[in-house]
């Protein structure tokens, strides 16, 4: 089965740069037709799409994040990183990050980690 992983801290301060990275196992980021995808879900709300990157090494962003979004790979370690430049509290969230066959069918998630955004 399908693995990923989060890692990165669970704190950071208003206006940096927020960066997280996702371990997969037992799947390459790099073989098949999936897309690799950050997702977020902010306290009471619903969940949010941020971008991915697909096995190729292209990438896509939500038109509302684009402005401030990176996502890279590491084909080396089999990851994949997001980040997030000059948050704001309105950044707290439980971020995930999860597989995608195409379509919005995500397979595969991460367990989630918890980022808060404050001084």
């Known amino acids: 089965q399908v693995q990923l992983q989060e890692s990165g801290p669970g704190l950071v301060k208003p206006s940096q740069t927020l960066s997280l990275t996702c371990t997969v196992s037992r799947d390459s980021i790099t073989t098949n037709l999936y897309y690799w995808t950050w997702i977020r879900q902010p306290p009471g709300k619903g969940l949010e799409w941020m971008g991915a990157v697909d096995y190729s090494g292209s990438t896509g962003y939500s038109p509302s994040l684009r402005s401030r979004t990176s996502i890279s790979r590491d084909t080396s370690k089999n990851q994949f990183t997001l980040r997030l430049s000059s948050v704001t509290p309105e950044d707290t969230a439980v971020y995930y990050c999860?597989?995608?066959?195409?379509?919005?069918?995500?397979?595969?998630w991460g367990q989630g980690t918890q980022v808060t955004v404050s001084s």
């Open positions: 999860a597989r995608d066959q195409g379509g919005g069918r995500l397979d595969y």
